[in-house]
């Protein structure tokens, strides 16, 4: 099975920052990896797809890379409405795993 | 505008079943595959299951293998998530999502399981 290790666990910056998460695969397997959004008591949102896509409707302000087996989610101009838990997610290959998940707070 | 609404969650004592259901609706669901995700208390998204859309492919993951089964009656625009076998950390929110290929789009708000006795 693919694994997905996600770092770091939690974050805190402040509104304006530029903050960034990686998650690394167990393996190379292409650029299928999604980035979600889960807000406190909401669905979960997704906002990248295939590593580096903008999902429908999704703020500029999001963005995603790859390279090679490290992906990496990144949020410019950081706004209070930010704040949630962040996961990147696999789907080359079931079990479609998530990463632990990066918790953002602002300062 | 695409929706989904999860129903069935409840409390249900350790080696019960539950059935959940999800009922789609602003989109043509038979033709968009279909997946089970979960969060327990305190813990990430886990990902439980996936259907195709004429179940020719199933998956699921190791945590409810042989347990779970998934399925979908695309007459009624629903899915399905039956639950044996039940265990404590099985509590969790149930999340029906929409699969555009293998990518999760559309997420309900989700219905709550208790495992307790």
């Known amino acids: 099975d693919i694994r997905m290790t996600q770092s770091p666990s939690s974050l805190s910056a402040s509104v304006g920052d530029r903050v960034t998460i990686t998650c690394q695969a167990s393996q190379d397997f292409g650029s299928y990896v999604n980035w979600y959004q889960h807000k406190a008591g909401k669905a979960p949102k997704l906002l990248i797809y295939d590593a580096s896509n903008l999902g429908t409707g999704v703020s500029s302000r999001f963005s995603g890379r790859r390279s090679r087996t490290d992906f990496t989610f990144s949020i410019t101009n950081l706004q209070p409405e930010d704040v949630a838990t962040y996961y990147c997610q696999q789907y080359d290959d079931p079990p479609y795993v998530f990463g632990q998940g990066t918790k953002l707070e602002i300062k | 505008e695409a929706q989904l609404v999860e129903s069935g969650g409840d409390l249900v004592q350790p080696g019960g079943s539950l059935r959940l259901s999800c009922e789609a609706s602003?989109?043509?669901?038979?033709?968009?595959?279909m997946h089970w995700v979960r969060q327990a208390p305190g813990k990430g998204l886990e990902w439980l299951s996936y259907?195709?859309?004429?179940?020719?492919?199933?998956y699921y993951g190791d945590a409810v293998k042989g347990r779970f089964t998934v399925s979908r009656d695309n007459a009624k625009d629903s899915l399905y998530l039956q639950m044996d076998r039940l265990r404590a950390e099985d509590t969790a929110v149930y999340y029906c999502v929409r699969g555009w290929g293998i990518t999760m789009d559309i997420w309900g708000r989700g219905t709550m399981v208790t495992v307790s006795s």
């Open positions: 259907i195709s859309t004429t179940t020719t492919n199933i």
């Open positions: 602003g989109f043509t669901f038979k033709m968009y595959a």
